[in-house]
C-alpha cells in the first residue's frame, strides 16, 4: 500500500480524474454517433419527402391536363409549365441525396429516365390541345398513363427502399444509446467507489494534525515568553550600546551633555529632559543641556537643597510621580504640552563624587525597563562625564599651546616678510640711489657742459662786439680817412696845381727857361700826385664794392673805334706802329659796362705806350676764346717785358716790375690793381706774357653776358647795417595815427597791403585805391615804422617810397629781402626820386612820380598776380565737403602759402589736373572715392610726380594701409588735429621738393641683367615698410618678382600659398611671429629644408648671428641693408 | 660698504672687463658712464663676495650665468607706472591727438625695463580709442626685464602710488579698471597689453628696425656718455618718421646734442621733442 497520506490522496485524485475522463469521452463519442445517425435519418426523411413532390408534381400536372382538355382555360396548364421545371430540378437534387446508396442511385437513374421521357412526351406527341379529338385525347390519355404507371411503381419502389433504410438506421441509434448509458453507470460507480476512499484517508490525516497543533500551541507560548524577555534584555543592552556610542568620538564637555540628554531622551522617548553637571567650586548643579525645555527653565539648583537637589544626593534613580500639569511644559518649536506625568532623577557619581544629574520628564508612567536601563546607565555616564572633563582640561591646555606656537610662527613669517620688504626696499633704494646719482651726474655735467660753452659764447661775443666795433671803427677810420685825404690832399693840391700852372705859363714874362721849367715840373708832379690819390680812392671805392655798374649791351666796334680814336695821336706822336684787329666770330655787342671796360683797355695801352720805344709795335685784339664763350681782348707791345717773376707782383697794388720804372715811365703804379678788380667786378679776368726786353701780351677775358650778382652797392648796405641796429623793437618805433588804416580791425585771410609813404595825401590816395581793390590797409609814414609793421603784420604786398624819414626805402627793402619771413613778399617801388639802382633792386616795379590812375591800375595787377603766383596750388578731391575754409584759415594761421581748391569726382579732378599745374594732390577717401579710385589718379599724376595725401576717415586694415603707402607715403586719418598734420605735412612736403628739384632723384641702383635673379619669387618679410617699400623697388628693377609679408605669421601664409617661392628676406624683430620662430616653422612645419632665407637683423650682437643660423637661416646680413651686398648674397643662394 | 679690503677695480681691470664683455658676449659698456658703471660693478662684487678685479673678469668670462646676473645688477632697472605723470598728461595733451591722425600708429619704447611706462603709456592709447590701431615694440637689453614685462604682472604694493600718478595725468577712468588683484600681484588686463611686443634690442649695437611716429627713451641715455647718447639720438632720429615725436626722461636733453637743430621742443618742460622734417 501506499504510506504516504499526500500520495495516497494524489493517486486516489488521479484515478478519479482519469475515469471522469474516460467516461466523458465516451459520452462524447455515443452523443457524436447519434448525432450523425440522427443527420442520416433526417437525410432519408428528407429523400422520402423529394419523392413525394416529384410524385405530387407529376400528378398536378396530369390533372392540369385534364381540365385543359375540357375547359382550355390556359391556366390549367400552369401546372404543367411549373412542373416541367420543378421536376426535373427535384430530380437533381434526390439523385444528390442517394448518391452513398449504391442500389438507390439506380432506382433514382431509372426514375429519372422515366420522368424524362414521360416530360419529353407530355411536351412533344403527348401535348394536349383544347380542341383534340377525344380519341386522340383518349390515346394520349392511355399512352400516358402507361407511362405513369411505371413511374409511380419506380416512384414507390425508391420510397420503401429509402423508409428500409430509415428503420435500419433507427436501430443503430438505439444501440448506441444503450452502449453509452451502460459505460456512465459502471465511470460513476467506480468513481464514487475512489471518492469515499479518499475521504476517508484525508479524515485520518486531520484528526492526527490536530492533536499535534494543540501540542505545539503550547510549547509556542513558552517561547514567546522567553524571547519578550530576551528582548527587553536586549532593549536595555541596546539602549546601553546606543548611548555608549553616542558618546564616542565627543570634542568638548558640552556636546557630550548634549548627546547624553538627546540620547536618553531618544531612546527612552520621553518628550523632554535636561542634564546637570557639577559645578564643584560653587557646589552647584548647572544646566548643560536639554531636550524641550525652554531656555527659561535652564537653572542651577543647590546640591542638596529642593527636588534636584536631594534627588543628585540619593545615588540611585528616583521617580516622583503624579506630577501635576501645571507644574511643567515641554516645549518644541510647533507649541507646548503640559499633562500629567512622572519625573525620573538619575545622579551621576563616580568615585563617591557627584559628577551630574540627568532629569527625564515623561507624560505617562515611567516602565520598568526604562527605569532599568537608566539604572544601568549610570556608570557608564558618570565615567563619561568624567573623561571628558579631564580630557577638556588637557585639550585648553594643547589649544593654548597650539596657539603660541602659531603665534611664534606668524612672528617668524611676519620677520621674514618684513626682511624680504626691507631688503626689497634697499634694493629698490639702491637702483633708485643709482639712477638719482646717475641723474645728478648727468645734470652736473650738463651744467658743466653749459656752463663752459656760455663761457665760451660769452667769450666769442664779447671778442666778436669788440671785432664789430674795431671793425666799424677801422672801416669809419678808413673811409673818415679816404674822404679826409681826398679833400685835404686835394685841397692844397688844387692851389699847387693852379700855381704851378700859372708860374708855368709865365705871363710875366719874368722866369728864364729853367725856371719854366721847373714850374711845369711841379705842374705835372701835381697831376700825377692828383692821378694817385684820384686812383687809390678808385681802388679803395672797387676793394669795398662801392662801384656802380651800369651793365648794358655795348657794341664791340664801338669800343675799338673809341680807343683807335684816342691812341692814334699818341701812337703817331711817339712813332710807334699801333694795329686795332678784330677776329672770326667776334659777336656784335656783349653785355657789360662799357665804360670800366675801357677804362681797363685805356690803362693797359697806356702802359704799352709808356714801356714801348719809338719804332715798336703796339697791338690791339679783339678774338674768341678756345672755348668760344669769352671774348678776349688782348694789348701787345714790343717793350721792354716783365721778367717771370714779377709778372704775378705787377697786379698787386703799389708794385711794379722794377720799384724804379714808375719813377721813370711816371705813373702810379696802382692801373694795373685797378684794372685786375674792375675786370672781376666784370666777370673776366687778366693775364700777362711776357718776356724781359721782347715785349708783353696783356689779355683780358671778358664774358659774353655779365652774370654778377654784385649789381648793386650790396657792401654799401651790408656797412649801414653794421652801423645801425637791424632789430627794431617796438618802443623805437612811433606808429602813426595821422591817416586812418585797418590795423584796428584785420580779418584774418584776407589779402593786407602795406604803405610806406611820407606824403600823407599821396598815402591816402593809394590807401584807398588799395581798399577799393579789396585789400586791408596799413599806412606807415616813417621808414622804421614801415620796416615794423611789415614784421608785425606780414602783409601780401609792399608798396615802397624810396625817400623816407629815418629810414630809406632802399635800407627797408634790403631788410625785407634777408628777412625769412618777408622775402618772398612782392614790393613795389613808388618814388619821385630817379635812382638807377631799381633796375638791378628785387622789386616788382618802379614807379616815378607823379603817376596817374593808369600806371596804378597796372601796379596793382601785377601784385595780385604775383601774391596769387607765390601760393602753392593744392587740389582736393573729395566727394563730400571737406572744409576747405578751415583749411585756408589755418594756412594763414601758420602763414604757409597755400591755395586749396576741390573737386568731388575723379573725372573732375583729371580734367584739372591736365588744365593747370598743382603742387599736391589730396585725396579724401569715402564712400565713391576709394583705394581704386586713388590708384587711378595716381595712375594719372604718375608722369606728372605731382606728390599726393590721403585722407581717411575711418579705420583701415595693414594690407589696405600697405596699398595706400605704395600710392602716398602721407596717409591721415581724420581725428580733431587732422588739419593741422595736413598743413604741416603739406608745408614740409613742399619745402623738401623745392630743396630736392635740383637733385636727381636716382638712389635706386642701375639694374644689372643678371640671369640668376631675373623672374625670381622672392618673399620679403619685414612689419618695417620702409624696408618693405625699398627692397621691393630694388628688386624689382632687377626684374624679379616680389610678394611680401608683414609679420611672422603672414609670411607661413604666402608661402603655403606660393610653394614655388625661390628666396625669403626675413626680418627678426616683429610682432605676432619673430623672424626666429617663423624660419624654425618654414623649416619645420612647411619642411621647406632647402629654400634660402637670407635673415635681415637690426641686431649686431655676436650672438645674434649664430641665433638666426641655429633658426633655420642661410645667411645673415645686418640692417640698414646694403643693397649691393644683398643682391650679391642673393646670387649666391639662388645660383644652382 | 662693500667688503672690507675690497679694492676698487684699477682703471686698467676696468678696460679689461669692457674689453673682455665685449668680445666674449658681444655688449658694448664702453660707451656707459663711467662712474655710475663702476659703482654697479662694486656693487656686483660685493654681492657676489667677489675680492678682486682680476677675479671678477675669470669669473664673468667663463660663466653664462653669472655673466646674465651681472647684466642683471649692472643695468638700473628701476621705473614705475606714470613716471613723472605731468610727462604723461602732456602726451596724452600733446601728442596723442596727432597720433590719432595716423591710420597705423607704430610706437618704440625703448630700455623699457620690466614694462610699466609701456602699460600706462598703453592704458593712454586706450583711452584715446588708438590702442587698436598702435602696435607697440617694447625693448630693452636686458632679457631677465623683458621676461617680467611679459607676464603683466606688477607687485601690489606699489599701486596706491601709481593710482596716485595716474591721477595726475588728467585720468578718465579709474585705475582698478586695468588690473585684476591677485594676492600680493595685480595683473595688468590682457587687452591693455595687447598690442604690446617686447623684444631684446641693444641700444648701442642694434640697429633701426622700424619707422615710427613716436619713441619714448626715458632714463635710458643718463647712464650713456655723451658720444654714445649722440649715437642714439642719431639711431632714433633715423627711427622717426617726418614729424614723428621723442620723449626722454626729465633729466635729459637734447641740449648738447648735434641733433638739437632736427627737433622742435614740443613741451620743454617735460622733454617732449618733434623731429623736424
Ligand atoms: C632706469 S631703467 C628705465 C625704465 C623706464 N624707461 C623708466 O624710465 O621708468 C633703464 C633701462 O634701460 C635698459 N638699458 C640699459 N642699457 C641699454 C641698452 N644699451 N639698450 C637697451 N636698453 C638698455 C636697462 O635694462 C633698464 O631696463
Known amino acids: ?1136 | 660698504m662693500g667688503i672690507p679690503g675690497r679694492p676698487e677695480l684699477a682703471a686698467h681691470e676696468f678696460e679689461q672687463l669692457l674689453h673682455m664683455l665685449y668680445h666674449v658676449y658681444g655688449y658694448d659698456f664702453s660707451g656707459y658712464s663711467k662712474s655710475s658703471l663702476l659703482r654697479r660693478i662694486h656693487k656686483f662684487m660685493d654681492d657676489k663676495q667677489v675680492s678682486n678685479g682680476k677675479q671678477l673678469i675669470q669669473l664673468l668670462a667663463g660663466d653664462v650665468v653669472a655673466f646674465n646676473g651681472f647684466l642683471e645688477t649692472i643695468t638700473v632697472n628701476v621705473t614705475e607706472m606714470f613716471r613723472d605723470p605731468l610727462f604723461y598728461k602732456s602726451l596724452r595733451e600733446k601728442v596723442l591727438p596727432v597720433l590719432a591722425t595716423y591710420p597705423q600708429i607704430n610706437i618704440w619704447h625703448a630700455g623699457c625695463s620690466t614694462g610699466e611706462e609701456v602699460f600706462s603709456l598703453c592704458i593712454l592709447l586706450f583711452e584715446a580709442g588708438l590702442l587698436h590701431r598702435t602696435r607697440i615694440y617694447a625693448t630693452d637689453i636686458n632679457a631677465a626685464n623683458l621676461e617680467k614685462a611679459r607676464t603683466g604682472v606688477l607687485p601690489m604694493h606699489h599701486m596706491r602710488e601709481y593710482t596716485v600718478n595716474y591721477r595726475q595725468t588728467g585720468a578718465v577712468n579709474d585705475f582698478s579698471d586695468y588690473y585684476t588683484a591677485l594676492y600680493d600681484h595685480v595683473l595688468i588686463n590682457k587687452e591693455i597689453r595687447e598690442r604690446v611686443v617686447f623684444l631684446q634690442h641693444n641700444l648701442v649695437t642694434d640697429r633701426s628696425f622700424n619707422e615710427f611716429q613716436l619713441i619714448l627713451c626715458r632714463n635710458v641715455m643718463i647712464y650713456f656718455n655723451k658720444q654714445l647718447q649722440g649715437k642714439v639720438l642719431r639711431l632714433f632720429y633715423e627711427s622717426l618718421s617726418s614729424l614723428g615725436f621723442l620723449g626722454l626722461g626729465m633729466k635729459e636733453s637734447l641740449l648738447f646734442s648735434e641733433q638739437k637743430s632736427k627737433f622742435t621742443a614740443v613741451d620743454p618742460t617735460v622733454k617732449l621733442f618733434r623731429k623736424k622734417n
Not at chain 1, 106 to 126: A, E, I, P
Not at chain 1, 612 to 634: C, D, H, M, Q, Y
Request: hydrophobic share 40%; glycine share 4%.
Open chain 1, 1 to 1136: 500500500m501506499i504510506r504516504s497520506l499526500p500520495l495516497r490522496l494524489y493517486s486516489g485524485l488521479g484515478i478519479a480524474v482519469l475515469l471522469v475522463f474516460l467516461v466523458g469521452f465516451i459520452t462524447i463519442d455515443s452523443l457524436e454517433k447519434q448525432a450523425k445517425e440522427a443527420d442520416m435519418v433526417r437525410h432519408t426523411h428528407q429523400a422520402i419527402s423529394y419523392v413525394r413532390d416529384v410524385r405530387f408534381s407529376i400528378m398536378q400536372i396530369r390533372g392540369g391536363r385534364r381540365a385543359y382538355w375540357v375547359t382550355a382555360a390556359p391556366q390549367d396548364m400552369d401546372a404543367y409549365e411549373k412542373g416541367a421545371s420543378y421536376i426535373p430540378n427535384r430530380m437533381t437534387q434526390l439523385r444528390e441525396m442517394v448518391r452513398d446508396n449504391a442500389p438507390q442511385v439506380k432506382n433514382v437513374l431509372l426514375l429519372d429516365s422515366m420522368v424524362t421521357d414521360l416530360l419529353r412526351y407530355w411536351r412533344t406527341t403527348g401535348a394536349i390541345q383544347p380542341d383534340m379529338p377525344v380519341a386522340i385525347f383518349r390515346s394520349i390519355i392511355l399512352e400516358e398513363e402507361k407511362k405513369l404507371g411505371f413511374i409511380t411503381k419506380q416512384l414507390e419502389k425508391i420510397k420503401i427502399e429509402e423508409e428500409d433504410l430509415l428503420i435500419k438506421r433507427e436501430a443503430v441509434v438505439v444501440g448506441y444509446n444503450e452502449r453509452t448509458k451502460l459505460i456512465l453507470y459502471i465511470g460513476i460507480s467506480v468513481l464514487m467507489i475512489v471518492v469515499l476512499l479518499l475521504i476517508n484517508a484525508v479524515i485520518q490525516t486531520l484528526k492526527s494534525r490536530y492533536k499535534a497543533g494543540l501540542r505545539l500551541q503550547s510549547t509556542l507560548e513558552e517561547t514567546e515568553k522567553a524571547s519578550k524577555l530576551a528582548q527587553e534584555k536586549n532593549w536595555v543592552l541596546e539602549g546601553m550600546s546606543y548611548i555608549n556610542n553616542r558618546l564616542q568620538v565627543v570634542d568638548s564637555s558640552s556636546e557630550l551633555a548634549n548627546r547624553i540628554i538627546t540620547a536618553l531622551v531618544q531612546y527612552l522617548e520621553v518628550p523632554a529632559g535636561v542634564i546637570y553637571f557639577v559645578d564643584r567650586e560653587n557646589e552647584k548643579l548647572v544646566t548643560s543641556a536639554s531636550v524641550a525645555v525652554s531656555a527659561a527653565s535652564r537653572k542651577t539648583f543647590v546640591i542638596g537643597e529642593g527636588i534636584v537637589g536631594n534627588a543628585a544626593m540619593a545615588k540611585t534613580v528616583s521617580i516622583i510621580r503624579n506630577i501635576p500639569p501645571d507644574y511643567w511644559k515641554v516645549e518644541s518649536s510647533l507649541g507646548q504640552v503640559t499633562g500629567n506625568g512622572e519625573i525620573a532623577y538619575v545622579p551621576l557619581w563616580m568615585n563617591e563624587e557627584l559628577k551630574g544629574l540627568i532629569e527625564l520628564g515623561c507624560f505617562s508612567t515611567f516602565s520598568e525597563l526604562q527605569i532599568s536601563l537608566l539604572k544601568s546607565c549610570t556608570d557608564i555616564l558618570s565615567a563619561a562625564i568624567n573623561s571628558y572633563q579631564s580630557r577638556d582640561k588637557i585639550n585648553e591646555l594643547l589649544d593654548e599651546l597650539q596657539e603660541q606656537k602659531e603665534a611664534l610662527l606668524e612672528q617668524q613669517e611676519e620677520l621674514r616678510q618684513t626682511n624680504d620688504e626691507l631688503s626689497r626696499q634697499t634694493e629698490e633704494l639702491q637702483a633708485s640711489e643709482e639712477e638719482l646719482k646717475t641723474q645728478e651726474e648727468e645734470l652736473k655735467q650738463i651744467n658743466l657742459e653749459l656752463k663752459e660753452r656760455n663761457d665760451a659764447i660769452e667769450n666769442a661775443r664779447h671778442a666778436l662786439t669788440l671785432k664789430a666795433k674795431e671793425l666799424e671803427n677801422t672801416s669809419r677810420y678808413k673811409s673818415e680817412f679816404l674822404a679826409n685825404m681826398s679833400h685835404e690832399l686835394r685841397t692844397p693840391l688844387n692851389s699847387v696845381l693852379i700855381l704851378a700852372k700859372l708860374l708855368a705859363d709865365n705871363n710875366a714874362q719874368n722866369l728864364n727857361a729853367k725856371q719854366i721849367e721847373y714850374a711845369n715840373i711841379i705842374y705835372k708832379s701835381g697831376n700825377d700826385l692828383l692821378q694817385l690819390i684820384n686812383d687809390i680812392l678808385d681802388l679803395s671805392k672797387i676793394e669795398s664794392g662801392k662801384v656802380d655798374l651800369l651793365i648794358e649791351d655795348v657794341s664791340v666796334e664801338s669800343v675799338a673805334q673809341d680807343i683807335t680814336q684816342l691812341f692814334s695821336v699818341v701812337a703817331a706822336e711817339k712813332r710807334i706802329n699801333f694795329t686795332v684787329e678784330a677776329g672770326a666770330g667776334v659777336p656784335s655787342t656783349i653785355q657789360t659796362d662799357k665804360q670800366r671796360l675801357q677804362q681797363v683797355i685805356k690803362n693797359l695801352l697806356s702802359n704799352a705806350f709808356k714801356f714801348t720805344p719809338a719804332e715798336g709795335n703796339i697791338g690791339l685784339a679783339f678774338r674768341l676764346s678756345p672755348g668760344k664763350e669769352k671774348l678776349l681782348i688782348s694789348v701787345s707791345d714790343t717793350g721792354i717785358g716783365i721778367p717771370p717773376e714779377k709778372q704775378q707782383l705787377i697786379f698787386e697794388a703799389f708794385q711794379q716790375a722794377d720799384g724804379s720804372t714808375s719813377r721813370k715811365y711816371g705813373g702810379t703804379g696802382l692801373g694795373l690793381s685797378i684794372s685786375l678788380e674792375l675786370m672781376k667786378l666784370l666777370g673776366g679776368n687778366i693775364s700777362v706774357q711776357s718776356e724781359a726786353n721782347k715785349g708783353s701780351v696783356f689779355t683780358l677775358e671778358v664774358p659774353f653776358v655779365f652774370e654778377g650778382t654784385a649789381s648793386i652797392d650790396n657792401k654799401e648796405y651790408a656797412d649801414e647795417f653794421l652801423l645801425k641796429d637791424p632789430i627794431l623793437s617796438a618802443e623805437q618805433v612811433r606808429e602813426q595815427t595821422v591817416v586812418a588804416d585797418d590795423r584796428a580791425q584785420l580779418k584774418k585771410g584776407e589779402r593786407l597791403m602795406l604803405i610806406i609813404e611820407d606824403d600823407v595825401n599821396f598815402a591816402t590816395i593809394i590807401r584807398d585805391y588799395a581798399r577799393h581793390k579789396g585789400y586791408q590797409v596799413i599806412i606807415a609814414l616813417e621808414g622804421d615804422e614801415g620796416l615794423h609793421y611789415a614784421r608785425k603784420y606780414k602783409p601780401n604786398a609792399i608798396i615802397l617810397d624810396i625817400q623816407l624819414p629815418v629810414m630809406d626805402g632802399w635800407t627797408i627793402l634790403k631788410h625785407i629781402r634777408s628777412d625769412e619771413a618777408l622775402r618772398h613778399t612782392p614790393v613795389h617801388i613808388i618814388s619821385a626820386f630817379d635812382d638807377s639802382r631799381f633796375k638791378q633792386a628785387d622789386v616788382m616795379a618802379y614807379l616815378k612820380k607823379p603817376i596817374d590812375t593808369d600806371t596804378l591800375e597796372r601796379a596793382f595787377g601785377m601784385l595780385g598776380d604775383h601774391i596769387r603766383k607765390g601760393l602753392k596750388q593744392v587740389l582736393i578731391i573729395s566727394a563730400v565737403h571737406f572744409e576747405e575754409d578751415h583749411l585756408h584759415q589755418l594756412a594763414t594761421e601758420k602763414e604757409y602759402k597755400l591755395h586749396f581748391e576741390q573737386v568731388t569726382t575723379i573725372q573732375e579732378a583729371a580734367a584739372c589736373i591736365d588744365k593747370q599745374p598743382y603742387d599736391c594732390v589730396i585725396i579724401h577717401i569715402g564712400a565713391s572715392i576709394q583705394l581704386q579710385e586713388a590708384k587711378h589718379i595716381h595712375q594719372h599724376l604718375s608722369d606728372k610726380k605731382l606728390p599726393i595725401i590721403i585722407h581717411l576717415d575711418e579705420d583701415i586694415t595693414a594690407t589696405d594701409e600697405m596699398e595706400f603707402r605704395k600710392i602716398s607715403g602721407i596717409i591721415i586719418r581724420s581725428a580733431v588735429t587732422a588739419n593741422n598734420r595736413l598743413l604741416d605735412e603739406l608745408e614740409l612736403f613742399l619745402h623738401k621738393m623745392e630743396g630736392a628739384e635740383t637733385k636727381t632723384s636716382g638712389q635706386l641702383l642701375t639694374p644689372v641683367s643678371d640671369h640668376s635673379l631675373i623672374n625670381k619669387k622672392i618673399l620679403v618679410v619685414d612689419d618695417d615698410m620702409r624696408n618693405v617699400f625699398a627692397l621691393s623697388a630694388v628688386l624689382e628693377s632687377n626684374k624679379m618678382q616680389v610678394l611680401a609679408a608683414g609679420d611672422g605669421r603672414e609670411s607661413l601664409e604666402q608661402l603655403k600659398k606660393h610653394p614655388d617661392t625661390d628666396l625669403v628676406l626675413m626680418d627678426i624683430m616683429m610682432p605676432e611671429m619673430d623672424g626666429y620662430e617663423a624660419m624654425q616653422r618654414i623649416r619645420k612645419d612647411l619642411k621647406m629644408a632647402h629654400l634660402p632665407i637670407i635673415a635681415l637683423t637690426a641686431k649686431a650682437m655676436a650672438g645674434d648671428r649664430d641665433k638666426c643660423i641655429a633658426a633655420g637661416a642661410s645667411d645673415y646680413i645686418t640692417k640698414p641693408v646694403e643693397m649691393q651686398k644683398l643682391l650679391s648674397l642673393m646670387r649666391v643662394w639662388l645660383t644652382k
